[in-house]
């Protein structure tokens, strides 16, 4: 009796937390765009490239401090063997002197200087556009790391939801070679088929089972990659909502190849690129010209660790002043860096015609794949409620002992190979526009699309 009370208690406990487990799960699931800010925000690619960022913005506060005063303060000691004299001759007495005193044997310095630069043959400006410049291309690199990401994140999301598709086609092959070996059993046990047509059944089976564990492992390794990208443990149990094209799009060759020549950060990172080399020339021509600094000082000397006792000169000192640099021969090392800067613009250039023409190409390929899926979608789905149909048809002919196994185990086969294509075009067709969209140099194509019928 008092076990039936404590299940009376216990059991409506059990069940709220079963649903309230349910609902937790459900709204637990990850979706496209939650996956995507999650990758943002996490992912190590996209961690680094901020650090590198924020480096380059360092180094630009470096070439900056540059134009201002720089001031230093020195520090000596210098303990002399003998206490320094000068002798001084009397005239009235020949052959005779006094030594007299001029100095200290401790002597204490300490010297704060000023030091600004006046001209420097416009190099200090040429490092700061330099500086500057690396901090946009290094914002350039981060973009670009974000649409790898992106579109990794995308696909590995859209291959989990292809696989979860593959598991319920081969599950529900499974389930239904299995119903078809209870009749081919039942109907071997009456005498009405042979017993190679019971064989063929459970071979039949068995394959089913072996493809259904291999997508099953397939789908588990999916789930791993997409938790790689969004730095979650690869053993998370991740789940993602199931997603498909709202519409079927197509889109304008010539506006994509336009947007993706702007939008593109390789072509941005090597544009600005031959920039740098063209502010390396101009820094590399500042060698030509002498540097020019303004100095002020201030110097306090004494025989005291302070340096305030001086008895044979002034205590302190400042002084004000200017100071010219001019290298005016290096054996033509100025000019070699010159033509090197020169010579690498253009090696860049060459390069950046180069990029181009392979990112058209890119973009051309993405397009011709997404156009495929998109064709692809609209046959797959007549294919598949045909197969399903020939099916139905073929397998209640089978019961009602009009045809063979074969012709069964056939039509379950073209029924799971039409399923198949036809998810594969669905989720290929959102694979390819992710494709694109990375092509392109964008996070999403929402413009320049037309609908189609």
């Not at 999650?38 to 590198?52: G, M, R």
């Not at 973009?143 to 590995?156: C, E, H, P, Q, S």
Request: charged share 25%; proline share 3%.
């Amino acid at each position: 009796m008092r076990r039936h009370v404590l299940s009376f208690i216990f059991l409506p406990i059990l069940l709220l937390s079963m649903f309230h487990h349910r609902a937790v799960a459900k709204t637990d699931k990850l979706t496209l765009d939650g996956a995507v800010r999650e990758a943002l925000s996490n992912n190590f690619l996209i961690k680094k490239a901020w650090k590198e960022l924020e480096s380059a913005k360092e180094e630009d506060r470096v070439a900056l401090s540059d134009f201002f005063p720089s001031f230093s303060l020195s520090y000596s000691f210098t303990r002399l063997k003998d206490e320094p004299y000068a002798v001084f001759q009397n005239p009235l007495a020949p052959g005779g002197g006094a030594k007299v005193p001029v100095g200290d044997r401790n002597n204490f310095s300490w010297t704060l200087q000023v030091k600004q630069p006046v001209f420097t043959g416009f190099a200090l400006l040429n490092r700061k556009r330099l500086a500057a410049l690396g901090v946009n291309i290094k914002e350039v690199e981060r973009k670009r790391v974000i649409l790898d990401v992106t579109r990794d994140v995308k696909i590995a999301y859209f291959r989990i939801l292809l696989l979860k598709r593959y598991v319920a086609v081969a599950r529900e092959e499974v389930e239904q070679l299995s119903a078809h070996l209870r009749d081919a059993e039942s109907f071997y046990r009456q005498g009405m088929i042979p017993l190679n047509d019971l064989l063929k059944s459970k071979v039949a089976l068995a394959a089913a089972k072996q493809k259904l564990v291999s997508y099953a492992n397939d789908y588990c390794v999916a789930v791993s990659h997409l938790n790689v990208l969004l730095t979650r443990p690869i053993t998370s149990d991740t789940e993602v909502e199931d997603v498909t094209p709202h519409r079927i799009c197509t889109f304008p060759l010539k506006k994509l190849l336009k947007k993706a020549v702007s939008m593109r950060p390789e072509l941005q990172a090597l544009r600005m690129a031959v920039k740098q080399v063209e502010l390396q020339a101009k820094l590399a021509r500042s060698d030509y010209f002498p540097k020019i600094y303004a100095i002020g000082g201030y110097t306090q000397q004494g025989e005291d660790v302070l340096a305030k006792d001086n008895d044979y000169s002034n205590t302190h000192n400042a002084s004000v002043g200017f100071q010219a640099e001019w290298t005016f021969f290096e054996w033509g090392k100025t000019r070699a860096k010159v033509l090197a800067a020169l010579y690498k613009k253009q090696a860049i250039e060459q390069e950046l015609a180069n990029t181009e023409e392979q990112i058209k190409l890119q973009v051309r390929q993405a397009l011709a794949a997404l156009e495929t899926a998109r064709e692809n979608v609209k046959t797959a789905k007549v294919s598949v409620r045909q197969a399903k149909e020939n099916f139905r048809i073929t397998d209640l002919q089978y019961k009602q002992n009009i045809t063979t196994s074969t012709e069964v185990l056939d039509a379950r086969t073209y029924l799971s190979e039409a399923e198949i294509n036809y998810y594969n075009a669905l989720y290929g067709y959102l694979m390819a526009k992710a494709e694109l969209e990375r092509a392109v140099g964008v996070s999403s194509l929402s413009d320049d699309v037309t609908n189609t019928p």
